[in-house]
């Protein structure tokens, strides 16, 4: 009898040792490293306030702290893993990156990325650094926005990429800046309407043509969860509704009335800025790749932030104050989740 538990024992330990040793997480992580500029003239975008003579006296010096300072929140928010997956957004250009992941700190997680190549007058971009191992890339594409009114300024494009995951699933990741609320937040709202449609449509493609879709977005949207472009164009639902496979879901919008809970710090407020948006699927536990508790964070770590002498409540710890270089990180905090990958 005692031989026969002993073997009941081991043979149910051996199924579950080959149920967890058959699971991998993916920590996949968005974060906007605010004004990621190199020091070099770029004789046709307007990146002259950072500059050795610029307003901002932007020098090598400087630029090497931030991919330092920047490094460090990467490895903080992995914890003992790397991110598989890094959105990043204000990133200058291709140059910028090849230092971040290959002459920074950042070069023994291994990274690779893919970077835009926007029309936006600053120069700035969005791009994706992802871990070989876990995302083998398979296509990237780039969608530029052509907004309804011609005399509006262009903005960043949205990156797409198309990657396979470690189980052989197909996982589509989109990374987004929309336009910013300079000038007033209902004035530019009908620019980031105008990119939440293209967005839309990229999503409705993918649920037409494939038999799963997997699709991940994150960004700073520039918006709050329940703002017109997010929750009516983008059509992204709380996860406290039914969940339907072939509808999008923000990870932050049941959040968003929680006291000192947000991604950016603006008059004295917490707000929602940066989001993670996520398929149906994406929040099944049958699916063989799914969130993991359905669950999003905001990376809120102490040495990121700062008090605010007017409140007394914590921001976020800036590279700026206005022009004065302080030696913070960003105006924003990062967000992530975690895939379960079976």
Known sequence: ????????????????????????????????????????????????????????????????????????????????????????????????????????????????????????????????????????????????????????????NVLHAVGQI??????????????????????????????????????????????KANILIMGDFNDYPNNKSIKNTIDARSINHDIYEKQLYNMFYHRMNEKNFGTYYYQGRWGILDQIIVSGNLLSSDNSVHVKDNSAHIFKANFLLEEDKKTGIMKPRRTYLGPRYVGGFSDHLPVYIDLVVQ
């Open 1 to 156: 009898m005692h031989k026969r538990l002993s073997l009941l024992f081991i043979i149910v330990f051996l199924l579950f040792a080959h149920i967890v040793s058959s699971q991998t997480e993916y920590r996949v992580m968005f974060y906007n490293v605010e004004n990621l500029f190199d020091t070099v003239k770029d004789s046709i975008k307007n990146d002259d306030e950072f500059q050795p003579d610029g307003s901002m006296r932007w020098n090598s010096w400087r630029y090497w702290e931030k991919l330092k300072n920047i490094t460090r929140v990467i490895t903080a928010v992995g914890e003992m893993y790397s991110p598989s997956l890094v959105g990043l957004c204000e990133i200058e250009n291709d140059s910028v990156l090849y230092d971040l992941t290959k002459r920074s700190p950042l070069r023994a997680q291994g990274y690779d990325y893919i970077v835009t190549n926007s029309p936006d007058e600053r120069g700035i971009d969005v791009a994706l650094l992802y871990q070989p191992h876990h995302f083998r890339l398979i296509e990237k594409n780039e969608y530029e926005v052509l907004f309804s009114r011609k005399d509006v300024r262009p903005t960043r």
């Open 166 to 211: 470690i189980n052989s699933d197909t996982l589509d990741v989109f990374v987004v800046h929309p336009s910013s609320r300079s000038g007033g937040q209902m004035e530019t709202e009908p620019q980031r309407i105008d990119i939440a449609k293209l967005i839309r449509n990229k999503v409705d493609s993918l649920f037409e043509t494939r038999t």
